[in-house]
């Protein structure tokens, strides 16, 4: 493609600088025709262009954050700051430290971003007319000024108005201060929590709390909790407020009512005798299914209740068979499954499901220490690794019968890793694992001799990262064993608070083991141990 084409391609939207050849990258009519397009193309630029100040004026005006590709000059060149901190306030980040100095500047980015205060220089975060600018757009920015003007009412006045929980930042004071309390619950009804005991007693801030978000009945003094016009109005805000709410209110039915029909599971917190209503009953399960498991047991068998709740009759009738099979305990269990083994023909698989596995994932590169001044050009380089712990959940599966007793002995271990190292205790052989997306909850980095690091600057990754180890310290929420009839047989357990496991043989529900010696018992059955 030739530069003509190029340009006739950037027109017509179909061009991408990233894909783009080396001789694009470094030509200026191309990329200036690029930026201009899409500004998102000046990461792509040539060094030399991210130099260039028409360049990267024109991608800033698009994206300001796109200043974090712009060459250092440019950073601190104030017409490009200006820019890309009016478009952009949290831009501020990438700006010179000498322009996060500068009045005009920081302004300019408070007014479009409350955000980008953070970068802001320590000086200037005394600045009251910056502060006033910068808290009136983000209030939590409170928290990030200068102590002395926490304790300006102007300030916290016009930060608690534009988010009343930026009334934890405040001094002191304020928690005593009624105006400034009534602003913050106008705003944000939970910031009722920070004021002071005098105020959490004072009916106009209450009922302005309550309004604004129904749980503020929490913080309320506690004649207030009995107080059916102010407890009303929470629960119509929010009707599980009715938790807070006085034990002589929880069985007051038109309370309930009111709280039922904002949120059906309000219905968990009423008097027990409301739970047994079919009125109130039939308006929770209306607006929330899931309320009829608080439902009084005689209501969780009313036909009328449960068709309000499941809203079909396919789901009806299987909840009332469930119910039914509930009722069934082990002895059950086993004749059924002694009957689905005359039938199922040969074993095929065995699967466990774990709600709850701890990842140990480990990636390799380079960590950065820079120098006190945080000068990029004063750089320690320490070749290392970091090791992620992540929270994961998936299925272990064996073959079978081949893996018959491999299975079972995972069963009955509970705690186990899985680790390539045969050293390790307590790992268990598989044939196969299926573990979904993990969620970090922590990591520890260590250099090449594996000792710690305690602090460092950046790590630059490989983007390779290897599992270590995977380790299980709770029981299988689900266990199934496959047959080769496509028949299966399930123990499921949904509520891993209690030790009940429910047994399915196929989809349909043959009873309630209620603890996990009798499923590993029934499980040796199926297994033919």
Same mark, same amino acid.
């Given at each position: ?34 930026? @201009?397009?899409?500004? =998102? ?31 250092? @000059? ?45 970068? $802001? ?5 005394? *600045? ?10 983000? #209030? ?24 009343? %929980? ?22 944000? #009804?939970?910031?009722?929590?920070? $004021? ?37 109005? +929470? ?15 929880? $069985? ?24 047994? *209503? ?17 439902? !009084? ?10 068709? +309000?709740?499941? @809203? ?12 039914? $099979? ?22 095929? %698989? ?33 070749? #290392?690794?970091?090791? =992620?712990? !992540? ?7 064996? !073959?079978?019968? *081949?893996? &018959?007793? !491999? ?21 268990? &052989? ?7 997306? =993990? ?10 001799? /594996? ?30 064993? /496959? ?33 996990? =010696? ?12």
């Amino acid at each position: 493609m030739d530069k003509k084409e190029a340009l006739k391609q950037i027109k017509a939207g179909d061009f991408y600088l990233g894909s783009a050849d080396d001789k694009f990258k470094s030509d200026k009519e191309v990329v200036l025709a690029a930026v @201009k397009k899409s500004g =998102s193309d000046l990461e792509y630029a040539d060094k030399k262009l991210r130099a260039d100040k028409k360049i990267v004026l024109a991608a800033v005006k698009q994206d300001g954050m796109l200043l974090q590709y712009a060459d250092k @000059k440019l950073k601190a060149d104030k017409k490009i700051v200006l820019a890309a901190v009016k478009q952009n306030g949290h831009a501020l980040g990438y700006t010179d430290k000498k322009l996060q100095a500068d009045k005009k500047v920081v302004l300019t980015a408070v007014k479009k971003e409350g955000y980008g205060f953070e970068y $802001a220089d320590k000086k200037l975060k005394a *600045d009251k007319k910056i502060v006033l600018a910068t808290v009136k757009q983000y #209030g939590q920015s409170l928290g990030d000024v200068d102590v002395k003007l926490k304790a300006d009412k102007k300030i916290v006045l016009a930060a608690v108005k534009q988010n009343g %929980e930026a009334l934890q930042h405040a001094n002191e004071k304020f928690r005593a201060d009624k105006e400034v309390i009534l602003t913050a619950v106008k705003s944000y #009804g939970d910031a009722l929590r920070f $004021a002071n005991k005098k105020l959490k007693a004072d009916k106009k801030i209450v009922l302005t709390a309550v309004k604004q978000n129904g749980r503020a009945l929490l913080d309320v003094n506690k004649k207030f909790r009995a107080d059916k016009k102010i407890v009303l109005i +929470a629960v119509k805000q929010d009707g599980q407020a009715l938790q807070f709410a006085n034990k002589k209110l929880k $069985a007051d039915k038109k309370i309930v009512l009111t709280a039922v029909k904002q949120n059906g599971r309000a219905l968990q917190f009423a008097n027990k005798k409301l739970k047994a *209503d079919k009125k109130i009953v039939l308006t929770a399960v209306k607006q929330s299914d899931s309320a009829l498991q608080f439902a !009084n047991e005689k209501l969780k068998e009313d036909k009328e209740v449960v068709r +309000a709740a499941l @809203k079909d009759e396919e789901l009806v009738d299987k909840y009332f068979q469930e119910k039914l $099979a509930k009722t069934r305990g082990k002895e059950e269990v086993l004749n059924q499954i002694n009957k689905c083994l005359q039938t199922s023909g040969d074993l095929n %698989e065995g699967r466990a499901g774990y709600a709850s596995v701890i990842e140990h994932e480990r990636e390799t590169g380079t960590f950065a220490i820079f120098g006190d001044d945080e000068d990029e050009e004063e750089v320690t380089e320490i070749e #290392g690794y970091i090791i =992620s712990e !992540n929270k994961t959940g998936g299925e272990v599966i064996w !073959n079978l019968p *081949d893996s &018959t007793d !491999n299975f079972l002995a995972t069963l009955e271990q509970i705690e186990w890793v899985t680790a390539d190292d045969e050293d390790v205790k307590d790992t268990i &052989t598989y044939d196969d694992i299926n573990f979904s997306d =993990s969620r970090g909850i922590g990591s520890t980095a260590y250099d090449t001799n /594996n000792k710690e690091i305690t602090e460092y600057d950046e790590f630059q990754g490989g983007g390779d990262t290897e599992v270590i180890y995977l380790n299980s310290t709770y029981k299988p929420t689900e266990i199934t064993v /496959n047959f080769k009839s496509k028949e299966s047989v399930i123990f499921d357990n949904v509520n891993s608070e209690n030790e009940n496991y429910t047994a399915k043989i196929t989809g349909e529900t043959i009873g309630v083991l209620k603890n996990y =010696s009798d499923v590993l018992m029934v499980v040796r059955t199926l297994l033919g141990k």
